[in-house]
């Protein structure tokens, strides 16, 4: 169980990233309207993509704790656990620069 | 409506705040109760007891920062816009990322204060660490952009 939830997290923030790098939203937000367009990555107004790509991350986390075996990883979770929530903070930190500029 | 929500928003971020400080700096701490600082017996404390509450406050924060997102793009971020504040509106990019990324992480970090295993010690150290410096990046920045313009209009 522990095992699992440690996949999910670890497989959820990768999918995060690289939903936000890609631009890989599950749905977008359309403030306009109000409503949710699935697999669109624009809207005809302002719109929030943050929750799509929190979703993609979410469904990604779930299909990793239903494909990756833990014992697969078991002996690398522990060093897994702190280093890739730490490079994935690095990226964020470099994709985000161009405002600092 | 939107006052309210975001008042409890900071409320819960608060506590949030002092939970996982409290747990992060006990989870570096040498257990030595015979040292008398203040500070070494604000850490002797048992961290494990803070991870449910922790995640609990954790999703209230986010919940609630989640429902309050749109009324920031709505009023916030268009003036940030046009004043040209672009450190201001990379900062909540950041914390938009960092919302993301605690939050996904909040299973394995409860997970970690669930094993005994010592192989874990670390892992678990270091995860809280992390999440307590998004959290507190999160607090700051948060206060930042609601001294630029608060979500009221």
């Known amino acids: 169980m522990s095992a699992r939830l440690m996949v999910f997290s670890l497989a ?3 999918a995060y990233t690289l939903a936000y790098y890609f631009d890989w939203p599950l749905f977008v937000y359309d403030l306009t309207g109000g409503e949710l367009r699935f697999f669109a990555t624009t809207a005809s107004g302002p719109a929030i993509l943050w929750y799509g790509w929190l979703m993609t991350a979410i469904l990604a986390g779930l299909v990793a704790t239903l494909i990756v075996p ?11 656990l702190w280093f890739v929530p730490a490079v994935l903070i690095v990226a964020a930190l470099l994709y985000e620069k161009r405002w600092f500029l | 409506m939107i006052t309210a929500l975001l008042i409890l928003h900071g409320l819960a971020a608060v506590a949030l705040l002092g939970a996982i400080t409290h747990q992060a700096l006990a989870a570096a701490a040498r257990q030595d109760i015979r040292r008398r600082s203040f500070f ?11 991870s449910n509450a922790v995640v609990v406050l954790f999703v209230l924060v986010g919940a609630m920062g989640a429902i309050l997102y749109p009324q920031y ?5 268009p003036m940030l816009q046009t004043m040209d504040l672009r450190a201001a509106n990379g900062v909540f990019e950041l914390k938009e990322h960092f919302s993301a990324l605690a939050l996904v ?10 094993q005994s295993a010592s192989d874990y010690a670390t892992a678990r ?12 990046w ?3 920045i948060g206060q930042l952009l609601a001294a630029i313009k608060g979500l009221v209009l």
């Open chain 2, 40 to 50: 070494a017996r604000f850490r002797v404390t048992d961290g494990a007891l803070y």
């Open chain 1, 12 to 14: 959820a923030a990768i």
């Open chain 2, 105 to 114: 992480l909040l299973p394995a970090y409860w997970a970690t204060w669930r």
């Open chain 2, 73 to 77: 793009r709505i009023t916030v971020r």
């Open chain 1, 70 to 80: 833990p014992r697969l990883i078991e002996r690398f979770l522990p060093d897994l």
């Open chain 2, 138 to 140: 999160n607090f700051v």
């Open chain 2, 125 to 136: 150290k270091w995860l809280t660490w992390i999440l307590a410096g998004l959290v507190w």
